[in-house]
């Protein structure tokens, strides 16, 4: 598989397939994949005019053209939504919307886990399975995929204690959804999110911490600087002072 912008399909990935044909006899790729533009409120992006919007200012909410921010893996599934040959515009209500479809499949994946199966099958599950696989065969058609996928969402949400699966289809099905959900499309479970959030606001509470203690350290007032370690020591927070800094450990 060989990938670029469509604007790189005529001349350049064109006179690649002649050079290689030219020079192997082959064209030097199976398939060759083009990913379409990127707009921005409809316009395109263009830092002459300011148009233009970076992921950290789409993870951090620091853009004028976002009321808050967006995690990495909504803004994963908003892209995903449209197909990869297809012109994706952002806009603040198209990640809003995003967001709620988002967080509506990983709310039904967390109740899919509190449910139990049934003694007889009312789902046809195996059709539904093709179903994803084939929109995945058709030119990585994450659109029709993430349709299915709310299909089986409206499963989970009309379920009360049980669903209409088998204890091995409730199985097969767990499975299938995961891998379509965090393997394939790639997103990230509200855990997983939490966690990184949680890392984050250690590393910056940390930095903060270690930068009192250097600052102690350069007035001499060593009790200070010493209690600091010693306490962080006890919550079990190792600190590493070396010849580029201190750095911290768990």
């Known amino acids: 598989i060989h990938g670029g912008g ?28 083009h ?44 892209m995903m939504q449209a197909h990869y040959s297809s012109v994706l515009d952002f ?7 995003a967001e709620k479809g988002h967080d509506r499949l990983l709310s039904a994946l967390e109740k899919l886990e509190t449910l139990e199966p049934s003694k007889e099958s009312t789902i046809a599950l195996q059709p539904w399975i093709d179903k ?27 379920a009360e204690d049980s669903i209409g699966l088998n204890a091995d289809e ?12 965090f393997e394939l499309l790639g997103l ?8 990184d959030a949680h890392k984050d606001a250690l590393d910056k509470a940390m930095s903060l911490v270690i930068e009192l203690r250097a600052q102690a ?15 962080l020591q006890e919550a079990g927070i190792q600190l590493k002072d070396g010849a580029d800094g201190t750095s911290y450990s768990l």
């Open 170 to 181: 409730l199985a097969i099905f767990k499975t299938t959804l995961h891998a379509f959900t």
């Open 91 to 97: 806009s603040n209500d198209a990640l809003l919307a």
């Open 6 to 33: 469509m604007d790189l399909k005529f001349p350049h990935h064109e006179c690649e397939i002649a050079q290689n044909s030219a020079c192997s006899g082959h064209k030097g790729a199976q398939y060759w994949m």
């Open 132 to 158: 994803c696989y084939l929109a995945m065969s058709d030119n990585f058609n994450t659109p029709i995929l993430i349709a299915h996928l709310f299909e089986a969402i409206k499963w989970i949400s009309t």
């Open 188 to 195: 990230r479970s509200k855990s997983v999110d939490s966690s």
């Open 35 to 78: 990913a379409n533009m990127l707009t921005l409120n409809g316009k395109r992006m263009s830092k002459s005019t300011g148009n233009t919007i970076l992921p950290r200012e789409l993870f951090a909410g620091d853009s004028p053209l976002l009321d808050k921010a967006f995690s990495p893996s909504v803004v994963r599934f908003f």
């Open 217 to 231: 350290r350069l007035n001499k007032d060593w009790g200070t600087a010493d209690l600091i370690r010693d306490q």
